[in-house]
């Protein structure tokens, strides 16, 4: 689904949901298997970033107010749960990349805090946040590219 973005946030969810309701029964199993991944990707923010979960780092302390952005790039790639397990086992090097390309990249912040519906600026947050992601892990991770202003897995 995230081939489909085309930045506007309101018309790709309601685009979504109505798809998805005009033809539930066909995507039950699967959707609700989406919501047990989410689920797991939730927590492993949780479990790595505490009370600081989905919050962005300014530099010296997480920002007190929850980051869409944020959660988008964390719940994406702790979905997989084989990235999930092993953020788990090296949370401080997750943590610490985080922190790290919060401070260091501009484009990062850029797409987390200011421009962030645009497909350009989501799919820069993932790219690099998958990129950091992938070192702090020693693993190799499948990172989304840009096509012709769409986000390709």
Known sequence: MLEEYTGNLKKFLDDTVNYLNDDWEAHEEEIR????SFDGAIETTFE???????YRWSGSRYEGRFNR?????MTYYFTDESIAEQAINRKSAVEAAFQALC??????????QTTTKTTTATHRRLSLWGKELSEALEMDIDIPT????????
């Open 69 to 73: 952005a944020v959660f988008d790039i």
């Open 33 to 36: 298997g989406v919501g047990v």
């Open 103 to 112: 401070e260091k990249d501009a484009r990062f912040v850029e797409s987390i």
């Open 48 to 54: 790595i970033f505490g009370d600081n979960s989905f």
């Open 146 to 153: 840009l096509q012709e202003n769409r986000i390709v897995l």
